[in-house]
């Protein structure tokens, strides 16, 4: 069953990659058919900023897509997506030239893992807290588009159709929503919650209107928390909104939290403002 799988994600990557190289008249089969890709690649890992994963990410999001589909089955488009950039970001970090593999080779081989979870994960209910965070966040963002497409609320029915979801699981986390009632102004506390806790030391490294429709934050927040180490994700998931984890602001109190010492809880928080 799993060989039949990578000669399926074989094939699907492949024709997505020929196709892109049609569009950008590159040759398929040329190490780098993206332009310097090599180069970009080696600038990210040096500086791995949003200014230098961005440009990899709009080149290969098309490889990305296929493989979220191919292993999507029956799990939560937002769920695997979410496993897709994190094996994205660390095939970026963890490719190395000099091995004698081309790049689509090593993404290919991080891709193949998604079978993995999607045999691991058979609902939601078995879905790890910070993909279900993930699940809120989209949740954030389908209710508002839906309620401006139909100009009326939304039924669990066409909310779960647009998140490839059960009813019964959009009910669960609306549930866990209950007390917001006003979810366009709950996009605007997240921005704001954004630029407070994942800065540089001065708020204005983002400027005023550097978050336009909430896009910037979301790729931010996806990249940092798809990247980040295991204790980076907790610190995340505690200092940002929509992780389904109760907000802490107090070093003291999130050091007791999360069993680390607060000088811990400092370093890690300087880590991901360097990152962002």
Known sequence: MDSQDDIDIDALLDAELVKLAAEMEADPDSPNPYGNELEMIRQFQQNPTMETF????QAHQPLINAASQKYSGGLPRAAVRGQALQRYTQALQGYDPNKGA??????????RRLGRYKATYSNVARIGSEDRGGLINYFN???PDLRDRFGREPTNEEISDEMSLMAQDVAALQKKLSKIKDLPKMVGTLRKEMRRDLTLEEPSEF???????GSRYERIVTFLHGGASPEQQLIIEHTVPGFGKPIIE????LARTLNMSPQKVRALKAQIRRKA
């Open 54 to 57: 961005e440009p990899l990410y």
């Open 102 to 111: 081309q790049f689509k080779t090593h993404l290919f081989n991080e891709m």
């Open 141 to 143: 963002q389908i209710a």
């Open 207 to 213: 400027g005023e209107t550097s978050l336009p429709g």
């Open 250 to 253: 107090d070093d003291m109190q």
